[in-house]
């Protein structure tokens, strides 16, 4: 039986992510093998390039030759906004999964503040396809692996303190924050991907890298809030 405190929508917020990382990895698949085709370096190309082509490039309005991208960018824009939208209500409720150490709470509203802008970030690549609104759409890029980042560290400090986590849920945050540490450096500081084929391939790979990780790190963080949550609950399947 329920408790009476109950709440159906933290349940969902705990919950929701983890399908929510499958569909995002379904709806991508599904861009890819419509997309019309073309990249930086070759815009005459007839279909997706798994190494040349950015996850990006299926959220442009128009391909690198103008062919019309609609079916592909309405597929990917909506996943990625998904996966925004709850990224943001998966961070504004965590925090109530660390209140058995007063530390731990308060270093994981602090993060989730910050989760919560990185979410606002990656809807807000969704709504900026880079054929429209370039600019505004490398702000959100940058915002929303480098804010993201900082969530990493603090989480990492966050679970360790916290009685009710088991550890295996920092390594699993220290293991991301070494990939994503990775990708802001090579955002920086790594080859320009418009003009040369390496440096495009480079690119491209760091982000494929960086964005299942990303996926993969949802589905696994929502399993945890799940198992510490139905702990805190008494929730028995």
């Given at each position: ?31 890819m ?147 994503l ?6 955002m ?9 084929l ?40």
């Amino acid at each position: 039986m329920n408790k009476p405190n109950f709440s159906i929508t933290e349940y969902l917020a705990y919950h929701l992510p983890m399908y929510g990382a499958i569909s995002f990895i379904l709806l991508n698949l599904i861009a890819m093998i419509i997309y019309p085709g073309g990249t930086y370096q070759n815009p005459e190309f007839n279909s997706y390039m798994f190494t040349q082509n950015y996850f990006s490039d299926l959220g442009r309005t128009l391909t690198m030759d103008s062919t019309s991208n609609f079916y592909s960018s309405f597929i990917f824009n909506f996943g990625l906004f998904m996966i925004g939208s709850l990224t943001c209500f998966f961070y504004f409720f965590l925090p109530n999964l660390f209140k058995q150490n007063s530390t731990s709470h308060k270093i994981s509203i602090g993060a989730s503040i910050i989760a919560i802008t990185s979410g606002i970030a990656f809807s807000g690549i969704a709504l900026t396809p880079s054929d429209l609104y370039l600019d505004a759409h490398m702000f959100f890029v940058r915002w929303a692996f480098r804010s993201f980042l900082i969530v990493a560290i603090f989480y990492i400090i966050a679970i360790y303190n916290a009685p009710e986590w088991n550890n295996k849920y920092a390594l699993l945050y220290i293991a991301f924050a070494f990939v994503l540490f990775g990708y802001v450096l090579v955002m920086e500081f790594g080859p320009d991907g418009k003009e040369t084929l390496y440096g495009l391939t480079f690119q491209v790979i760091a982000q494929k890298i960086i964005v299942i990780s990303f996926v993969i790190s949802i589905f696994f963080k929502s399993m945890g809030a799940k198992e510490v949550y139905r702990k805190r609950e008494n929730i028995i399947r």
